[in-house]
Every structure is written in structure tokens, then in C-alpha cells.
């Protein structure tokens, strides 16, 4: 799930690390359209969404991947159908995976209470002070609850990132 000011690399990295896992990402905004993504302050690349946050449903993925881009996560988080699908996606026990500024939507759906979570350094007190509990790590794999939660801090972590991403996506296909 992403929106204008994705951060590009934090969406393309997993995204074709899910296609050549075999998997068929799909890209969910809060509006029909294109998406600006970023190289950091610099416009990147465009990307068309597939399915809006009011269109998509669980139950048609095995997990959730939110990157980051400050303006990418503010606005998701302020968008209801977006806050309510992640709500959604650990009620239903499946992955969510955040990177950087991702972290905000679980803070604003009140699914990082009791998790432990990396992100970009400055989110460290929202995670705190929404009941998480942050660490600086390339990659923290959090099985608190009846899903698994993967975070990562930054760009640099994406490989780390990738792999802890499949390997959640993968338990959660297995067990269902």
C-alpha cells in the first residue's frame, strides 16, 4: 500500500522480490491513478495503482507491505479505509511489513502496541508512545499476536528487508 511521496526503492526492492518469489503484487493508494514515488527529495518514477483502500479486501492477499517516504505515510495514515485495511490485515492474522516512515500506519491503527519494531530513526517516540517498542535493527521479526510483523529502518536495509518479507509471506501461506 502506497500513496504520492512513496519512497521509489522501498516500493520497487520488494515488489519484484514478491514477483520473482512468484507472487503478484498489487498496488493500493487511497485514489485511482498514478502514484509520484521519490528518490529521497528528488521525483522519481510514476506507478499505477490497481485497487484503491476502499476497493481492497484481506482476503485477497497474503500480506501487506506499507514503505516509507514521509509524505507516503502521513497521508496513509490519515486516510480512514487506509488505517481500517491495516487494522484488517493483523486481525486477520496475516504479515504486515513496514519500512522507514511505514511504521506510522500501525501506530495510527493501534497495531504497534506490544510489537517491536525498527523504522527510521525519528519514529522512535510515536512507536514508543503508541505501546511498541523500538529497536535499531536492519530487520526485527515480531511474532506478537496471531501474525508476524517485519520492519526495517532504511533503503540500505532492503535486502535484509526482502528476505524477512518472504519468508513471513511464505509461513502465512503455509498455514493456510
Same mark, same amino acid.
Given at each position: 500500500?502506497?500513496?504520492?511521496?512513496?519512497?521509489?526503492?522501498?516500493?520497487t526492492s520488494p515488489w519484484?522480490?514478491?514477483?520473482?518469489?512468484?507472487?503478484?503484487?498489487?498496488?493500493?493508494?487511497?485514489?485511482?491513478?498514478?502514484?509520484?514515488?521519490?528518490? #529521497?527529495?528528488?521525483?522519481?518514477?510514476?506507478?499505477?495503482?490497481?485497487?484503491?483502500?476502499?476497493?481492497?479486501?484481506?482476503?485477497?492477499?497474503?500480506?501487506?507491505?506499507?514503505?516509507?517516504?514521509?509524505?507516503?505515510?502521513?497521508?496513509?495514515?490519515?486516510?480512514?479505509?487506509?488505517?481500517?485495511?491495516?487494522?484488517?490485515?493483523?486481525?486477520?492474522?496475516?504479515? !504486515?511489513?513496514?519500512?522507514? #516512515?511505514?511504521?506510522?500506519?500501525?501506530v495510527e491503527a493501534?497495531?504497534?502496541?506490544?510489537?517491536?519494531?525498527?523504522?527510521?530513526?525519528?519514529?522512535?517516540?510515536?512507536? /514508543?508512545?503508541?505501546?511498541?517498542?523500538? !529497536?535499531?535493527?536492519?530487520?526485527?521479526?515480531?511474532?506478537?499476536?496471531?501474525?508476524?510483523?517485519?520492519?526495517? /529502518?532504511?533503503?540500505?536495509?532492503?535486502?535484509?528487508?526482502?528476505?524477512? !518479507?518472504?519468508?513471513?509471506?511464505? /509461513?502465512?501461506?503455509?498455514?493456510?
Open positions: 500500500m502506497a500513496n504520492e511521496g512513496i519512497e521509489q526503492a522501498e516500493l519484484e522480490a514478491v514477483g520473482q518469489a512468484g507472487g503478484q503484487p498489487v498496488l493500493i493508494a487511497t485514489k485511482p491513478g498514478t502514484v509520484q514515488a521519490f528518490n #529521497h527529495l528528488d521525483k522519481a518514477d510514476t506507478f499505477e495503482v490497481d485497487q484503491t483502500t476502499e476497493e481492497a479486501r484481506v482476503d485477497e492477499f497474503d500480506g501487506l507491505v506499507l514503505p516509507g517516504g514521509v509524505a507516503n505515510a502521513d497521508q496513509l495514515r490519515m486516510d480512514g479505509a487506509a488505517v481500517d485495511l491495516v487494522r484488517a490485515f493483523f486481525d486477520s492474522g496475516r504479515p !504486515v511489513a513496514v519500512i522507514c #516512515h511505514g511504521p506510522w500506519a500501525l493501534d497495531r504497534a502496541r506490544g510489537r517491536t519494531l525498527t523504522s527510521w530513526p525519528s519514529l522512535q517516540t510515536d512507536i /514508543r508512545n503508541a505501546g511498541g517498542q523500538w !529497536v535499531d535493527a536492519q530487520v526485527q521479526v515480531c511474532e506478537a499476536g496471531p501474525n508476524v510483523s517485519v520492519s526495517s /529502518r532504511k533503503p540500505d536495509d532492503l535486502p535484509a528487508f526482502n528476505h524477512a !518479507v518472504l519468508d513471513a509471506f511464505a /509461513r502465512a501461506r503455509q498455514a493456510v
